[in-house]
């Protein structure tokens, strides 16, 4: 009879450890508990150690950290009918865990799923040109319309950014021909520009030669002197027709100028 006793004993102690690891939950700092007594919603539970009434309550633990959410692969086509393929990623954070868990049945996979759909038509409605170059105007417009569906699941969205966009090998040797193009276009532009500074630069300076003819003189001796630097070369050098023309109408005088400096010469 002692040994029934011990033995019922053993094994209600066993029970009131069991039952007691049942009611007895641990909450750390980021979770918040919602419990369900009998069905019915209790109020939030905070973190720390929490008693459940085993077979009665039921705790869903929902965690409040920010959640990086990686958004698949998508297939658009864009205004300017062009087919892409994006994807990016979703930062969210649950803010009110009741509407969490009473508003939506699975909050992680409805916020992928609302924000799958609305990469697809909000890109569908941008051309290629802004779903390359402006990035963050489609950031901001994206994470608008997400949050606006999942506050109502009580989930704040953090970041939405566009990761990466994969256009077909065709339209990329395209957009290579015009970036070529347009540079070589930049190139000419400037080489004209060039072309016009560098006209009126000379405009300029032959207008200022021209008021002095000793100018003129100078360039030329300057010019010389330059070009004898290298001794292996051969000058041809300009005179003007209003110099030779009163030697052309006087041979003799032009002989005597030529023995004149031959004479100085040999001095």
Do not use: C
Not at 78 to 104: E, I, W, Y
């Amino acid at each position: 009879m002692t040994a029934l006793w011990l033995f019922l004993g053993a094994v209600g102690v066993i029970l009131l450890i069991a039952l007691l690891v049942l009611s007895l939950k641990v909450l750390r700092e980021y979770e918040r508990g919602v419990v369900f007594r009998m069905g019915r919603a209790r109020p939030l539970y905070g973190p720390g150690l929490l008693f459940l009434i085993p077979f009665v309550d039921r705790m869903v633990r929902i965690d409040e950290r920010v959640v990086t959410l990686t958004i698949p692969p998508q297939e658009v086509i864009t205004r300017d009918n062009v087919p892409a393929r994006v994807n990016a990623v979703v930062m969210f954070q649950v803010t009110d865990p009741l509407k969490a868990v009473l508003g939506v049945e699975n909050y992680a996979v409805a916020t992928s799923q609302i924000a799958q759909t609305t990469l697809r038509s909000l890109l569908g409605r941008a051309d290629l040109d802004t779903l390359l170059a402006h990035r963050e105007d489609l950031n901001v417009d994206l994470r608008g319309v997400i949050e606006k569906q999942s506050a109502n699941w009580g989930v704040e969205v953090r970041v939405v950014e566009i990761k990466d966009v994969e256009i077909p090998e065709s339209m990329q040797r395209a957009m290579a021909r015009e970036a070529e193009a347009e540079r070589e276009r930049r190139a000419k532009v400037i080489n004209a520009r060039g072309e016009l500074q560098a006209s009126d630069e000379l405009r300029q300076a032959a207008e200022t030669l021209s008021k002095n003819p000793a100018s003129l003189q100078l360039r030329y001796l300057q010019t010389l002197l330059e070009l004898g630097a290298d001794q292996n070369s051969t000058v041809v050098f300009p005179l003007p027709v209003d110099i030779i023309t009163p030697f052309l109408k006087n041979p003799a005088g032009l002989g005597d100028a030529l023995a004149n400096g031959l004479a100085r010469h040999r001095d």
